[in-house]
């Protein structure tokens, strides 16, 4: 009868899961530069896929998964680990970090939208206005950066990649929550996922960027080394199971904290300058999506 993360037991990964992520978009943002994006995303999931077979191995998961799995181990990674991850990338050479966290914040919507499509899960009016409030917070925040730093900069953009970024990780997050995703090892899943991503992030980088390029600082391969293992290895089963045990919605708790992390990180190493105009875009956008959330879980609590 709960629909709380807090009731359900799962506080601990949620935490994690929220604390690890909220740091990652100012880490990401050190790997663009000598590397291109798309080369640095294939380092990133050849590491986490090699970390993560490690991990399915040690739990005494096994790595033969079959036809269907690798199927849909294929799907995720094509989602979450070849578009999703390229299109982030990129969106962060245009926007701080903060607001590229803050528009993944809307995560929920497409969710959301996704869940009622194929599941047949409904809407309420609350939920709606509420993600209508976010919508228009983010929308502030986009004329604010457009005011702020120009058409030139490309802002319009970066939130166009977010968005299509959004989109592609919907999908992979509406996938955990279908019955058969149940049946294959979480660990095993994603090291395959990680693995063909990895692979066909790598043709696409030698296709659009040549061959590849390394970095000789040692921050780029510790941030890499962070945002593999940290990043994904250890928080990737948790918010995939935190799906399959809570749903789509309420693991989306954590897209309300995550951006107001990421945002004071980014005020304090990208020198982000708030104004009266992008302070309401971010009270807009996060009431938008505590009206929203509190709508979906409240029914859900009733219908428990």
Same mark, same amino acid.
């Given at each position: 009868? /709960?629909?709380? @993360? ?11 899961? /929220?604390?690890?992520?909220?740091? =990652? ?27 993560? !077979? ?9 790595? &033969? ?10 799907? &995720? ?15 962060? =050479?245009?926007?701080?970090?903060? #607001?590229?966290? %803050?528009?993944? !914040? ?8 996704? /869940?009622?499509? *194929? ?7 609350? *939920? ?40 592609? $990780?919907?999908? $992979? ?6 019955? *058969? ?5 979480? =660990? ?19 296709? =659009?960027?040549? @061959? ?14 962070? %945002?593999?293992?940290?990043?994904? &290895?250890?928080?990737?089963?948790l918010y995939f199971r935190l799906i399959q045990r809570i749903g789509a919605g309420p693991a989306a708790y954590t897209s309300l904290l995550i951006p107001v992390l990421a ?12 104004? @009266?105009?992008?302070? !309401?875009? &971010? ?9 929203? #959330? ?11």
């Amino acid at each position: 009868m /709960t629909s709380s @993360p807090l009731r359900s037991g799962v506080a601990v990964p949620f935490a994690i899961v /929220t604390l690890i992520w909220s740091s =990652t978009w100012i880490v990401i943002r050190d790997q663009l530069g000598t590397v291109p994006a798309s080369w640095s995303v294939c380092y990133r999931f050849a590491i986490a896929a090699i970390g993560m !077979a490690v991990v399915a191995r040690m739990s005494g998961a096994s790595l &033969v998964i079959g036809r269907r799995g690798l199927l849909f181990a294929s799907m &995720v990674g094509v989602s979450q680990f070849v578009l999703n991850f390229n299109l982030l990338y990129r969106a962060e =050479t245009h926007l701080t970090s903060g #607001l590229v966290a %803050l528009v993944y !914040a809307l995560l929920m919507i497409p969710n959301s939208l996704m /869940t009622r499509l *194929f599941f047949g899960e409904r809407m309420s009016r609350a *939920f709606v206005g509420g993600s209508l409030v976010a919508v228009a917070g983010v929308a502030l925040l986009f004329l604010h950066e457009y005011r702020a730093i120009g058409p030139a900069a490309q802002v319009p953009l970066g939130f166009a990649l977010c968005i299509a970024g959004v989109m592609c $990780a919907s999908a $992979a997050n509406v996938m955990q929550a279908m019955p *058969f995703a149940r049946t294959v090892p979480m =660990t095993s899943m994603l090291a395959w996922a990680m693995a063909i991503g990895a692979l066909l992030d790598a043709l696409f980088a030698w296709a =659009t960027s040549g @061959p590849p390029v390394i970095d000789p600082r040692a921050g780029y391969w510790l941030g890499t080394l962070y %945002l593999a293992l940290a990043g994904s &290895v250890v928080t990737f089963p948790l918010y995939f199971r935190l799906i399959q045990r809570i749903g789509a919605g309420p693991a989306a708790y954590t897209s309300l904290l995550i951006p107001v992390l990421a945002m004071g990180i980014s005020t304090i190493v990208e020198g982000y300058r708030w104004t @009266p105009l992008a302070g !309401a875009g &971010v009270l807009l956008a996060l009431t938008g999506m505590a009206i929203a #959330l509190r709508a979906r879980f409240g029914k859900a609590s009733a219908e428990a």
